[in-house]
Nanobody
Framework: VQLQASGGGLAQPGDSLSLSCKLS????????MAWFRQTPGKEREYVAV????????RYADSVKGRFTISRVNFRRTMALQMNNLKPEDTAVYYC?????????????????WGRGTQVTVSS
């Protein structure tokens, strides 16, 4: 199972960026997926999660109203649209998938991880 994340980069406060994640390998299409992020010295934290059917979504309070998670199951892709970015959004972002369709928030619930992609928000 592989997760390939793309997107990210450098943005100014108030800008928008999008991340994409492609799932491949021997795993069910309708698997719950998530975006996590991590900054140096801190534990990886969840940003947004989406269940296998795409109809149950949760966001961390820090990104609610600014970020939107979505998925296209027949393409096995997931996206994170990030609007009104803030300097505190600076982190390495990871996409993750779990062996099950139910939505979960804990990082230990996720079995598969992609390599992180850096998002830097700075003026």
């Amino acid at each position: 199972v592989q997760l390939q994340a793309s997107g990210g980069g450098l943005a100014q406060p108030g800008d928008s960026l999008s991340l994409s994640c492609k799932l491949s390998g021997r795993v069910a299409v309708y698997t719950a997926m998530a975006w996590f992020r991590q900054t140096p010295g801190k534990e990886r934290e969840y940003v947004a999660v989406i269940n296998g059917g795409g109809d149950d979504i949760r966001y961390a309070d820090s990104v609610k109203g600014r970020f939107t998670i979505s998925r296209v199951n027949f393409r096995r892709t997931m996206a994170l649209q990030m609007n009104n970015l803030k300097p505190e959004d600076t982190a390495v972002y990871y996409c993750a998938a779990r062996a099950g369709g139910e939505l979960r928030l804990g990082l230990h619930e996720y079995n598969y991880w992609g390599r992180g992609t850096q998002v830097t928000v700075s003026s």
